[in-house]
Every structure is written in C-alpha cells, then in structure tokens.
C-alpha cells in the first residue's frame, strides 16, 4: 500500500489525463480493499490458530492476533461504503470530479470522501505495520527468553 500509494498514485497522475489516472486508481485501490481483507482475514485466523497450539494467551497475545481486523474493518468499509459514494460522483460529473465548478456541493463531497478513503487506507497501512514490528519484538524477545544458560557462558 505504501509502494502504491507513495509511487504509483503520483507517477499516475503526473504521466496520465487525470480522467485516466483516477480510473486506473480506482481500479488499483479496489484491488488493494480486496487484498487486504482477505490478507487480514488470513492474518487474524493464523494468529488465532498459533495461539490455539501454544495454548493459555495472554491478553497482548490476543490483542496481536485481532490487530489486522483493524485493516479488514479499514478495507471493507472502503470498499463498501466509500468507493461506490466516490464512482457515483464521477459518473453524475460526467466521468471527471475535475470537471465540477468550483464550489459545486459534489466537489466538496468528493473531497470529504475522498479524505475518508485516505484515513482508511492509513489506518489498515498503520495496523499491518504496527503487526510486523510487533512480531520483530517478540521474536526477538521468544529467542533471548529461549537461549540457554550454557550458551551464553561459553567458559572450558
């Protein structure tokens, strides 16, 4: 999402007719709303399943396991509620927000979606990396808890 979001969403619009650019975008964004919910998805139900095998979690352990529905919750409702406001939009602007007139009540529509849409696409942005470095801390801390006592004095 950053990849495409930080590069591909400029380069799009500095190389591309707005009008192409934002249906190529569109159809880009709808395509990371149905990734990153079955990513997610996937994401919760394994967290869960290795909590299962290792038995008796611990309240962080389920907090880490439920983080990427935060992402599932992002991507659904964009999908669901924000995206089918947004194309509505363009079609009753003839296929162009750009072509509304400047303080056109659609134009500022557009803008508050389109500002809710950026929000959501943070927050799944933000829960999948806060699950990645969560898991970078606690691996590192599994592997010193791990390490034995004869390993770490290596004294003949």
Do not use: K
């Amino acid at each position: 999402m950053l990849a495409f979001g930080g590069l591909f969403v400029p380069a799009a619009f500095a190389h591309l007719p707005t009008q192409l650019a934002a249906s190529l975008l569109a159809d880009g964004f709808s395509a990371l709303d149905r990734g990153g919910v079955l990513l997610g998805a996937t994401c919760v139900a394994l967290g869960f399943a290795d909590l299962r095998r290792r038995g008796r979690p611990t309240n962080a352990e389920r907090l880490r396991a439920l983080l990427p529905l935060a992402g599932v919750f992002a991507h659904v409702t964009n999908a669901i509620a924000i995206t089918p406001q947004i194309h509505a939009l363009r079609v009753a602007a003839g296929g162009a927000i750009g072509q509304l007139a400047a303080g056109d009540p659609e134009l500022a529509q557009f803008a508050s979606l389109h500002s809710a849409s950026r929000a959501l696409f943070a927050l799944a942005t933000a829960s999948a990396l806060l699950a990645g470095a969560w898991d970078v801390f606690t691996l590192r801390a599994h592997a010193e808890a791990r390490a034995s006592r004869d390993t770490e004095s290596s004294e003949f």
